[in-house]
């Protein structure tokens, strides 16, 4: 955890020499847990809300960089997230992004975790794809789709838990 928040505090101190924008962001959340095992599937989602701040990095007029420090809370399961998004403007409006979440869990789900001894490992690292769209300078809404690329446990290759997440917010640049 001490590790994650070293690396949060790197990646901002570097976005506040270079960024353009800093801003706060909210909105709904959407996780969903999917677990298998010897033939047994099981899945389930979860709505609660994220918080968190950000640094806007423009490296051209059509592409930007968006790292994110961000806090969730779904159900039995919280996180804790650095982000760093890369943003295509297709348009004044209109952008799409893309890039990795890398989150921390937390919560119920996140002591659960712990049982797994030696064989789990609470890092939720997801490749999220989605889209924005700028309603004035300062507001603009988001939406985006994290898909987790490792697996929680790590005991057996034919068993699996990984928890996947759908977040859609407003965010306020200052």
Not at 33 to 41: L, S, V
Not at 60 to 79: H, K, N, R
Not at 106 to 125: Q, R, S, Y
Not at 158 to 165: H, P, R, V, Y
């Amino acid at each position: 955890m001490k590790k994650l928040f070293l690396a949060a505090f790197a990646v901002f101190a570097f976005a506040s020499v270079n960024a353009q924008s800093f801003g706060a962001l909210g909105g709904l959340s959407m996780l969903t847990a999917k677990a298998e095992a010897g033939g047994f599937d099981a899945s389930d989602s979860e709505t609660g809300f994220h918080l968190g701040v950000f640094a806007e990095l423009e490296v051209s007029d059509q592409f930007a960089i968006q790292p994110e420090l961000t806090y969730t809370i779904a159900g039995d399961v919280s996180i804790i997230g650095l982000n760093a998004i890369a943003k295509y403007n297709v348009s004044e409006e209109f952008n799409i992004q893309l890039g990795p979440q890398i989150g921390f869990i937390g919560g119920d789900v996140g002591d659960a975790i712990d049982d797994f001894d030696d064989d789990g490992t609470k890092l939720n690292l997801q490749l999220a794809i989605g889209a924005g769209y700028n309603i004035s300078e300062e507001l603009f809404v988001q939406a985006r789709y994290g898909f987790q690329l490792n697996d929680h446990y790590t005991g057996d290759e034919d068993a699996s838990f990984k928890i996947s997440g759908f977040s859609a917010g407003v965010g306020y640049r200052f």
